[in-house]
């Protein structure tokens, strides 16, 4: 059993920080890709950041605003988000691609954490 913890969100105004993390627990051979995506309300649920090995990947509206690292001797990835605005309010999910056994890779998800940004 593989679950995804994600901590961090809250509210804050914006221009602000915050500091997202997602951890990865149970029977884990190998964290592939690892990602956060987020659903604000009546939007449907977009990709923000992928991180595989060394390469990152961003959605165009966080672009040098957040970034997404990784420790893998923690099973962790975080997500730093600087200068926020009130449109990055949404759900924020982390996302992870996992090998638990020989030929068993699966797609998991957390349960979601909220980000709230004030004007």
């Known amino acids: 059993q593989v679950q995804l913890v994600e901590s961090g969100g809250g509210l804050v105004q914006a221009g602000g920080s915050l500091r997202l993390s997602c951890a990865a627990s149970g029977t884990i051979l190998r964290l592939n890709a690892m990602g956060w995506y987020r659903q604000a309300p009546g939007k449907q649920r977009e990709l923000v950041a992928t991180i595989t090995g060394d390469s990152t990947n961003y959605a165009d509206s966080v672009k040098g605003r957040f970034t997404i690292s990784r420790d893998n001797a923690k099973n962790t990835v975080y997500l730093h988000m600087n200068s926020l605005k009130p449109e990055d309010t949404a759900v924020y999910y982390c996302?992870?691609?996992?090998?638990?056994?020989?030929?068993?890779?699966?797609?998991?998800w957390g349960q979601g954490t909220q980000v709230t940004v004030s004007s």
């Open positions: 996302n992870a691609l996992i090998t638990v056994g020989y030929f068993n890779t699966n797609n998991y």
